[in-house]
């Protein structure tokens, strides 16, 4: 599996709050049934911090499948612009957590970070939920 598609979200149910991550992982060649799925509760955080360990999820899993070139969707503009260095990153918590996917994407070849509306993103969304509804329900 040289080549992955990865979708990643997070979230917290208040902010800072309860949060999630969910990531959905695809071959390339075949975007509609994921190779992997992965969502976990993450405890109490803040929306931006659980979208930022999502990616470091996404990235891990994808490095355990053997990726070479990975192509990662967010439904987070400010993280997609972070990382990319088109915004700065002010918050100290952000500024570790970025440095982290930099230290994560030196495992690959090739890596993009593409922001993606939330609509195209249901798969992860869901798992970020149900993480949550599992917890909730305990």
């Given amino acids: 599996m040289d080549k992955l598609v990865i979708y990643t979200d997070g979230g917290a149910r208040g902010n800072p709050?309860?949060?999630?991550?969910?990531?959905?992982?695809?071959?390339?060649?075949?975007?509609h049934d994921p190779i992997k799925t992965y969502g976990k509760y993450l405890g109490e955080t803040t929306n931006n911090q659980a979208e930022?360990?999502?990616?470091?999820?996404?990235?891990?899993?994808?490095?355990d499948l053997g990726a070479k070139h990975i192509v990662c969707f967010l439904d987070s503009e400010l993280v997609v612009k972070q990382v990319t260095g088109l915004y700065k990153i002010r918050e100290a918590g952000l500024q570790e957590l970025a440095m982290d996917v930099i230290r994560a994407k030196n495992n690959f070849e090739q890596v993009e970070f593409k922001h993606v509306p939330r609509e195209k993103n249901k798969l992860a969304d869901a798992l970020v939920n149900d993480a949550l509804d599992k917890e909730a329900g305990k």
């Fill in 17 to 31: 709050g309860p949060a999630a991550i969910g990531v959905a992982i695809f071959d390339i060649a075949n975007t």
């Fill in 52 to 63: 930022y360990r999502a990616l470091l999820a996404g990235l891990d899993l994808a490095k």
